[in-house]
């Protein structure tokens, strides 16, 4: 539930005097998007993209020669010029959900993560997230299937219910997730590891839960 | 080389000493009976010949698992464990030499289809293999079966292009692991939707990675989806993807759990549709393959059905070479 379980550890950062062609090479040897840009103690002053690089340069529809001559500048020029500084962060002590809360909020690909004193140890993207969500659920994790059923409130326990329900019929069961709905009944959602997927749904029918079916 | 019309049956009483445990467990000996006796009482007995195979060799194994496994499994059957792994996976002593001769199966079959000794061939055998990995057991399966006898096709005949084209209700996440980081070899699943079943799996965007990158291609259905979407995915998407990729031979998963009273799955098709699947592959073989088609039993679990479908599927094979003729007057 830990960033910190999921980021990226010792990322390539890069300071300040280091110029856009160099900062490109970086990405491209390295297939990542990001580059924390640190002063001399490692402290973050902000984060340059491959977003950020390619729009930095010369489209292609422009006349050769004067592509040429923006060309020449931007070999030049420092990433400071268009990094963005005050970028997002996170904190190495965050959780899933924060970052998820930050991703929403600033709509950027990817955090670095940093110390209380802003000295940056990992950085954290989209892809770590859904990567992290995924374990954390089980998709497509091999050997389960998932089943969600309703709970109408016909028995009481529903949670333990199913989870002795399971147990007692040697039925694996590695998540078991309850979530209240705004309107109508709420659902509960359980990954089972078996092969007869529906031996589990007769035992749930018949302990009056309402299988969801697609 | 010899026209044959008929089908080779490759099957061996050795299979019925897979034990897993009694009649409770899904993947029993009653399989076959069920198949057999649909068989025996089928107007195309005639045409069936039946051949007993010799097990697969270490070597042939160790094309498709690793050592590791070979031991462990060996050493799981005989210190008298009930299970491997995880408690669906039911063992008995018997079954590291069951699992052999299922794997040599599809090695007969091949050695009959290049040698000239058969026109079509159908492997009735159990343990099942398509989940099954070079390392781990799943949903009832020890070795690959279908991987085995791609890798035989592959190493002895230099059939390099195997297409494994699989019509079990379940991903077949064991063919598709051997093959999903090379070029040349193929593997098309149609199953029921990963998040709804066993072994969750087969997503449709499982593609392949690296060298394999599209060499994996994944048709989940939704539950309750019957023979017009099953033949639909065949016509629309499978027979294109043979088209291009002109594998040199077809190894069929064939399992008969997609079957509407089979509650293995929640897809819902028909007996008949298994005989339409079977005129479907014949063809693709006469077609795009010459000839080269090895169908191997994976699942299929209600006994009322199972020999049925299995039963219809052979007709469909056996009708579509009947047709081929008919139209052409050769081999088409
Ligand atoms: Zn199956």
Not at chain 1, 89 to 107: H, N, P, Q, W
Not at chain 2, 86 to 104: I, L
Not at chain 2, 147 to 161: K, N
Request: aromatic share 8%; net charge negative.
């Amino acid at each position: 539930m830990f960033i910190a379980d999921y980021m990226t550890t010792d990322p390539v950062t890069i300071t300040a005097d280091i110029t856009l062609t160099e900062a490109r090479q970086l990405l491209d040897d390295h297939h990542f998007r990001h580059l924390p840009v640190v002063d001399g103690a490692k402290k973050l002053i902000g984060v340059v993209s491959d977003r950020d690089l390619r729009l930095a340069y010369p489209s292609t529809v422009i006349e050769d020669e004067e592509r040429e001559r923006i060309f020449q500048i931007v070999e030049r020029t420092p990433v400071t010029a268009i990094m963005t500084a005050n970028c997002s962060c996170i904190g190495i002590d965050a959780t899933l959900d924060d970052a998820l809360l930050v991703f929403e909020r600033d709509k950027v690909g990817a955090l670095p993560v940093v110390t209380d004193d802003d000295v940056v140890i990992g950085i954290f993207s989209m892809r770590d997230l859904t990567a992290a969500y995924k374990k954390l659920f089980g998709a497509a994790e091999k050997g389960s299937s998932l089943i969600a059923v309703l709970d109408e409130g016909k028995t009481t326990r529903s949670l333990s219910r199913i989870a002795s329900l399971l147990e007692d019929n040697d039925v694996q069961c590695t998540r078991l997730i309850k979530i209240a709905q705004e309107s109508g009944f709420d659902r509960i959602y359980m990954r089972v590891n078996t092969y007869k997927v529906s031996n589990v749904h007769k035992l749930l029918q018949d302990s009056g839960f309402t299988l969801l079916k697609p | 080389m010899a026209v044959h019309r008929g089908v080779t049956i490759i099957t061996d009483s050795a299979y019925f000493d897979h034990d897993t445990g009694g009649f409770g467990h899904p993947e029993n000996p009653v399989r076959l009976e069920v198949i057999m006796d649909a068989l025996v009482a089928s107007p195309i007995l005639p045409r069936l010949d039946f051949i007993a195979p010799v097990p697969a060799t270490r070597e042939q194994l160790l094309s498709a698992h690793r050592e590791e496994w070979l031991f462990r499994l060996e050493e799981v059957v005989l210190s008298g464990r009930s299970h491997v792994d995880h408690s669906d996976n039911q063992v008995c002593y018997e079954s590291y030499r069951v699992a052999c001769h299922a794997a040599g199966a599809g090695i007969a079959g091949v050695d009959l289809l290049e040698g000239g000794g058969a026109g079509q061939v159908f492997c009735m055998v159990r343990p099942p293999g398509h989940h099954a990995e070079a390392t781990r057991p799943f949903g009832f399966c020890f070795l690959n079966n279908c991987v085995i006898a791609a890798r035989h096709w592959q190493l002895t005949y230099g059939r390099q292009r195997i297409l494994i084209l699989d019509f079990d209700a379940h991903h077949g996440n064991g063919i598709q692991s051997a093959f999903e980081r090379e070029a040349g070899s193929y593997y098309i699943s149609v199953h029921e939707h990963p998040s709804f079943s066993y072994p969750g799996t087969g997503y449709s965007d499982e593609v392949g990675f690296d060298e394999g990158r599209g060499t994996i291609v994944n048709l989940p259905l939704k539950p309750g989806a019957g023979d017009a979407a099953l033949l639909d995915l065949f016509v629309r998407k499978i027979e294109p993807r043979i088209v291009a990729w002109k594998p040199d031979a077809i190894i069929v998963a064939a399992g008969f759990d997609g079957h509407r009273l089979d509650d293995m799955s929640g897809l819902q098709f028909s007996t008949e549709v298994y005989g339409t699947l079977g005129g479907i592959i014949h063809r693709w073989g006469e077609l795009y393959t010459g000839g080269r088609v090895l169908s191997v039993l994976e699942g299929g679990y209600e006994l009322s059905v199972l020999g049925h479908s299995v039963e219809a599927y052979l007709r469909g094979l056996l009708d579509g070479a009947d047709t081929c003729k008919a139209t052409t007057k050769r081999r088409c």
